[in-house]
């Protein structure tokens, strides 16, 4: 195993114990895997995501606050990461009818279901009011369509009302407070619907920006009391970050990157910050240790209130549960020192570079025994096999300590969230790329499946 990196500004990733072994000791195995399903591949590992509810769960317990974490199911497309969200506990959030679809036959049950998404179809709502699944409401025109659908004498909807906190007026998902306002004197005394309590979703990473939100949330729940309301929730939805690589790695690479850094010649406009300060569960600790009110901690107020905390993370439930591999089939000097390594598969299965942004980790080569090496350059860019010049999966110019050659493999780790599928698709006709489902019984006896 060879991490890429321009020797000074190394991006080594973090890996789990277990991809950890998988790449250093199991090349020949991820070559057969390769072999027999296809380039590019992508290995999920669901027990990474069964931890990562864990630990958030072991902060919960510690400020002894009552909760409901949902895993934001579209950050990846694998039915087996639902299902390890599901057996550690967790609901699921899905945002369209087919992830209900999904969540419902691999056994969720409707109080385990919120659909937090903005856009829903008719036949969305009907299928999440069959199943009695808790409804985020993103505006009015959504609670008029949603009571169309009510009658007399069913059990109540379970509703949440989603907050557009003061400071995000360009945004164009949920209710300002007043028309939250509104919304709650149109329901109250409606007994077809039951609020059950406010939600927000904000961009952006900063566990501040979800306590200032919170704090907007407080000041509706008192009002939803002045309604004859009786909320249960407050839900802050995602954005818990995932680290991926060391903070100081981080740090260095954006103070000594360049222009020249780039086969673009340009430095990416945005990027995530891939060597984050906190944790997913520090996020969470510092937030329920902030001051909700004058007198009470976030989570003292939760425990003084008898409310629970729910929250939809994708991303940091999805982190370490998957890596994507890369066959090269060729790797071509260019001009000096420069060259591409051409592989097999298309940066829409390995998404960074369609958003502007770039992979900030390193990418791991694991040679293949066979063909000598014969470039002579000593850093590469790295481009999918489409004949779109703007299929590139590293701009970054990447040197590596071992020359590559066509049969190596190359692997991006830590693809579950986001990267590994939400742009694929069949261009050139080339068959979508596969996943394969890998666990590990208690006997340590690996079980290699295909994750359909
Ligand atoms: C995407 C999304 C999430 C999950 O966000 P992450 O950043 O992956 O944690 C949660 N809630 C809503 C409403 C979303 O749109």
Known sequence: MHSGHKSEAALLPFLSA????LLTEKGDLLDAWAEEHGSPLHVVLPSELSGNVKALRVVFDEFNVNHAIYYGA??????????????????????????????????????????????????????????????SIDSPEELNDLTQLLFDG?????????????????????????????????????ARIRLLGFHFHLSGYRWEDRLEAFRQAIDLMVEARGNGLDPKIIDIGGG??????????????????????YRTGRIPASLYPYGGTLSAPEWLRNLLAAAATPTLTVAEYLRHEGLTLAMEPGRAL??????????????????????????????????????????????????????????????????????LDEDVISNRWIEFPVTPKAGDLLVWSNTAGYQMDLLENEFHRHPMPKRLCIQESTTGKMSVTLDN
């Open 18 to 21: 277990f991809t950890k072994n």
């Open 240 to 261: 818990l970050p995932v680290q991926y690589v060391e903070q100081s790695d981080w740090l260095r690479h954006l103070e000594s990157q360049t222009e020249d850094d």
């Open 318 to 387: 999805a982190d370490q549960s998957a890596f994507s591999l890369f066959r090269v089939t060729r790797v071509k000097d260019l001009n000096g020192r420069n060259g591409v390594i051409f592989v097999e598969g298309s940066s829409f299965s390995a998404c960074e570079t369609w958003f502007a942004s770039e992979f900030l980790i390193d990418p791991i080569l694991i040679p293949q025994s066979g063909a000598k090496a014969t470039s002579r350059a000593d850093r590469f860019y790295i481009a999918g096999h489409s004949c």
């Open 74 to 135: 579209k950050v990846n497309k694998s039915c087996s990461l639902m299902t390890a969200a599901l057996e550690a506990g967790a609901g699921i959030d899905v945002s369209s009818l087919f992830e209900l679809r999904d969540a419902e036959r691999l056994g969720a049950a409707g109080w385990q279901i919120v659909a937090t998404g903005p856009a829903k179809t008719k036949e969305f709502h009907e299928n999440l009011v069959r199943l009695n699944a808790l409804i």
């Open 154 to 190: 069913e059990k109540p909807q379970p509703v949440l009302f989603r907050l557009r906190p003061r400071g995000h007026d360009r945004s164009r998902f949920g209710m300002n407070a007043s028309e939250i306002g509104a919304a709650m004197k149109k329901i109250a005394g409606d």
